[in-house]
Nanobody, 124 residues
Framework: QVQLVESGGGLVQAGGSLRLSCQASGRTFSSYLMAWFRQAPGKEREFVARINWSGNNTGYVDSVKGRFTISRDNAKNTVYLQMNSLGPDDTAVYYC?????????????????WGQGTQVTVSS
């Protein structure tokens, strides 16, 4: 089992940047695939980015490509989401997810472990 705690959310103006962090418990962090999802009010939870065990393979939803970067530090049991050029459409609660094996990265039901979420609000 793994426990996930997100941090780094907040209020930012359009065009600004934020870096989210997700701290994981346990000694097997490097065995987990990791991902970020987000959920805006009234919308389904949306895949944002994912990263493999070593950090050398990543994937993004089209809407954030070139603006967001996912990374991980296995020595610190932490995964990050660097978000640049933020816009109002990025406003959502951002969730960190983990699992050993995932068949469909973009399907939130495929991930077994979740954090509590961190709010990101982008003002125009």
């Amino acid at each position: 089992q793994v426990q996930l705690v997100e941090s780094g959310g907040g209020l930012v103006q359009a065009g600004g940047s934020l870096r989210l962090s997700c701290q994981a418990s346990g000694r097997t962090f490097s065995s987990y695939l990791m991902a970020w999802f987000r959920q805006a009010p009234g919308k389904e939870r949306e895949f944002v980015a994912r990263i493999n065990w070593s950090g050398n393979n990543t994937g993004y939803v089209d809407s954030v490509k070139g603006r967001f970067t996912i990374s991980r530090d296995n020595a610190k049991n932490t995964v990050y989401l660097q978000m640049n050029s933020l816009g109002p459409d990025d406003t959502a609660v951002y969730y960190c997810a983990a699992d050993y094996k995932v068949h469909m990265y973009s399907d939130y039901e495929a991930w077994g472990y979740w954090g509590q979420g961190t709010q990101v609000t982008v003002s125009s």
